[in-house]
């Protein structure tokens, strides 16, 4: 398996499918762990970053933690590739940036399932990533991962304080647990600043598409826990599963059908100008591609249209992000010729002329 | 033959041929006259305006100055009508909205080729109108027209200042001539501006769509002369046909050619996004509708798109205006209402969903 596999391949996620997935477009859990016996990945020299690296690339792929596991050497990495990766969030914008003595990798599952950083800011950092509300299943998956790993690894480990972690925000279960969430409505009638200021009371940080600092683009929300220490994992997973994230979904289906009740044309509206721009631009940028793709998805959630379906919007989501679409299209572009590209493969792959 | 038929009539114009019509809309030619022993219209009494009014009716109707002509009654007119006349250039926004104590009114050939208004601010305003750059055969029906009714009509003349007229801008020979052009590319390029200062320095005005001081909706600009006196109508005319419009009609010509040399891409996009927007928007306000009209009469003269006639879309330049929406649904909608109706509209005549 290669990176161009991956960038043309169908993650898991991507299905569109799991439970509540008109909303919630994936759950992700991380663990973040250290190697007992090294200093944190910023505090160690060449040497130890090397011997972290090697002992988790021997127990990560000689423990068939998946059907079929690629190991991708960052440092060696051209940028479009690491790009690629931040792109399908299998690995940081922080990881895919560093410079070249730090040596880094990541390992990716066939089915994306999986994606563990070796020598991001803490040794390992393991994430699940699952399509639609799993985050159940996508915890019984890292959970068996993390201990697999541990029986073979030495993880530095606090009695008083948990599993330590180079930012004091993770120290604890060092577990972070994240849903991406779709708040097309929410964003249409304005109330998603309420949400936000509501998450933000109960300690949530609500960031966009890449994580901080990033925009919402395309009405897209991560909601995820800000600080592990205090709570059990299972309190932070329960909180989630239980409480949270269903009382955004239902603030967000009671934001749709108010535009249905009460602003159907203004809603068939958007759909279908976001349909037809996507099937007939022949300029487009990511954030209004990402904008339209976001209306489209409203579109056929609240039963507007559906000449298209949630997979080849996932599909395009990735597609239509600059390094997915350098890599499909097999050649390195301005940003001017990939306006023009990323038009025509809106047009090619929805059937517009 | 009832302004009904008007809305919905195919007035000489609309056809969208005449010479140059892929940037002369239409050619218009007005003469003011006014009765000699009657004051203006501003000073008259109403006596006054009465007489004037009927000495003009019995002339204009009795003449056969068409076929059919309808004669119709301002002070009695609901606004509606008024405003479907305006949005038609039939009568002025002036005369449309004068106070119910000045009798005015106007005779409006069947095929639109002339209208005539009665106590607009002279007592005489005739204007022939055609398709496309017809300055020359506009020019020879209206010196008929003005011929047949100055041979019962006695009209104001001074040998020294020649036709009289209320507004001193006016004197001398009464003529305006003025041409609609449509002119997206230079607008594009952003060298309209250039135009302007240069249709300015030759004292000609530049208007938008409605006369003085509207908006160039649609990219769309009525270049006309300013002074009458000190020139013979045939220097004014002469002007206009053989130096002025012809330089415009040039520019915009090197503005098209411009943007399929240098910015294809571009150009392809603003037309198949004004096309893909009309086939498809829910919510539709007049503005956008002319703009959008514009890019793709555009697309059609720099054949980029084929899927609609001129003719076609002079009608919709037509009926997406408030007053012919409302006339050809046949209801008084809100502006709300409107838009919608607008762009239901749009979709039908299109062939759109």
Redesign the interface.
């Known amino acids: 398996m290669t990176l161009r596999d991956i960038s043309r391949g169908a993650g898991e996620w991507l299905r569109g499918s799991g439970p509540h997935s008109d909303v919630v477009i994936s759950s992700r859990v991380r663990f973040a762990r250290n190697l007992a016996g090294f200093p944190f990945v910023n505090r160690a020299n060449r040497r130890q970053r090397y011997e972290v690296l090697e002992s988790c690339r021997s127990q990560i792929m000689t423990n068939r933690l998946a059907d079929n596991t690629l190991w991708v050497q960052l440092a060696d990495s051209p940028a479009i590739d690491r790009q690629l990766l931040v792109e399908r969030h299998l690995i940081s914008r922080d990881l895919a940036r560093r410079t070249a003595d730090i040596p880094r990798a990541v390992a990716i599952a066939a089915d994306e399932t999986f994606a563990i950083m070796v020598n991001e800011e803490d040794h390992l950092r393991i994430q699940v990533l699952r399509s639609g509300m799993q985050l159940g299943d996508a915890y019984s998956q890292i959970n068996r991962i993390d201990d697999i790993l541990e029986e073979k690894l030495d993880f530095a480990f606090s009695k008083r304080f948990g599993y330590l972690t180079a930012c004091p925000t993770n120290v604890g279960t060092g577990v972070r647990v994240s849903v991406m969430m779709h708040l097309p409505a929410l964003k249409l009638t304005g109330e998603i600043d309420k949400v936000k200021r509501a998450a933000r009371d109960m300690h949530l940080a609500v960031r966009g598409l890449f994580g901080e600092g990033s925009e919402a683009l395309g009405d897209l929300y991560q909601i995820s826990n800000q600080t592990t220490l205090g709570k059990t994992e299972k309190e932070t997973l329960a909180d989630f599963e239980a409480a949270v994230i269903p009382q955004i979904i239902a603030y967000e289906h009671q934001a749709r059908q108010a535009l249905l009740r009460q602003r159907e044309?203004?809603l068939?509206?958007r759909v279908?100008?976001a349909?037809?721009?996507l099937?007939?631009?022949?300029?487009l940028g990511t954030d209004e591609a990402l904008q339209l793709l976001s209306h489209v998805r409203l579109g056929i959630h609240t039963s507007r249209l559906d000449r298209v379906d949630i997979r080849t919007l996932n599909e395009l989501l990735l597609l239509c992000q600059p390094a997915h679409l350098q890599k499909v299209t097999g050649q390195e572009m301005t940003p001017a010729a990939r306006r023009?590209a990323r038009?025509d493969l809106m047009r090619q792959r929805l059937g517009g002329?």
Chains 1, 2 share one sequence.
């Open positions: 044309k203004q068939d509206d279908w100008r349909w037809a721009l099937n007939n631009a022949r300029v023009i038009a002329r």
